[in-house]
């Protein structure tokens, strides 16, 4: 059994090749028996593509409960509640399962918080809502449905949210989200706590909106949060972080204010190239970066991660349309766009690219890019590839999270359909968008008058 990719974390072992068993006729004569070929969990994805077509989502539902495990684990030693950034994959059935590892969800709308109602009606008790730009009608939505904490992030939020609580006389609660000025070391469009970025509030801020919430009868302040970027691989900028923090609970607290919740938001990254340590050591160093400056706070801890839950347990599979030539360069076009995928087109995001088929061993250096017409739809670049034929089907791993959410209709293509895969069984939890679900908010007449 290997790992799709060299030298990749192979725990919990989501996506494998396998050597091909219960070969059908068909495929028999096709001669594929007995060859490597990569699986999600133990279906092969060859059979799954067939089945449900491409540009196809398939996740493990294995990979993303060993993950909520694994932070579990790591932060045993704390009080803690992991609320799963829901921006991450928001697909209902994700939102579901792991609802039922017991989690708790970070949302950034209204939108995602009826999400999670929807899966789970008594979830806002474990919700926070993190986000620069709540809208009334969002805020109202939570503060109706109860949930756990408000993250504000300016002192007009905290007025619009006092109004809100106070004519629904219903009690918010609210950690102010501070931005500590700390670099995240991570592409600049997911870092946000420098004061560069339009994120939280600068720390020395922090009281006098802490004092305003005080007075009000209807918000109770409860926290303090903070949230310094994504796909963040240095764990000292989050210690570094949070020892800023630490320092401000103190002076909070020195101040008469009930400070209980430390959120300490997300951002672990993963290794979309499979070079770093395995993901039981990150999330160890992650950690000990995390709670060390709180010792003796006993505070409880909230953590917002969503790629280093989703991120490796999903991947997009693709088909190759054709392979072309322009003078030298080489070209695999695939059927999956950056409508699908949208990370390598907006963050030069690399995403390992590996064949489902894992016979041949010759390489070639090619570009991976979809049928949308511009340049910048691409998926890997000058990339060393094993060399596939047209008709074939390559699995974009560690697409788990910030992919399917990113979809969009851009050249009228339909988004994606998404297959979980779960003990053994592969469902589709969102189908195939058509042609007539695109259309279905528009018309062909504007009316004149
Ligand atoms: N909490 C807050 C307040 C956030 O803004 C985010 C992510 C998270 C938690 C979750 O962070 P994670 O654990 O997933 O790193 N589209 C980009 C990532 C954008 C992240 C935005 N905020 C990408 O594809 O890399």
Redesign the pocket.
Known sequence: MKRAGAGRDVRPPAFVYRRSENRSERRIKRGVKGALELCCERLPLEDLAARYGTPLYVYSAAMIRARVAAFARAFDSIPHTLCY?V??NSTLAILRLIAEEGAGF?V?SGGELRRVLRVNRKAASKVVF?GVGKAAAEMELAVGAGILLFNVESASELRLLAATATRLKKQAVVAVRVNPDVSAKTHPY?S?GLHQHKFGVPISEAPGLYAQAAKQAFLKVAGVSV?IG??ITNVGSFREALERVADLVRVLREQGHDIRYLDA????GISYEGTQASFEKQIAAYAKAVMAPLRGLKLHLLL?????IVGAAGVLLTRVLYRKTNHKKRFLIVDAAMNDLL?PSL?G?HHEIVPVRGGTRETEIADVVGPICETGDFFARDRKLRVVSEGDLLAILDAG??GSV?GSNYNTRGRAAEVLVKNAKATVIRRRESWQDQIRLEKVWARTN
Do not use: C, F, N, W
């Open positions: 950034s921006k991450a970070d950034v993190s997911i946000t949230h994504s796909q938001g997300g951002g672990l917002e991660p969503g790629r280093s990370r963050y995001a999270a910030y990113l």
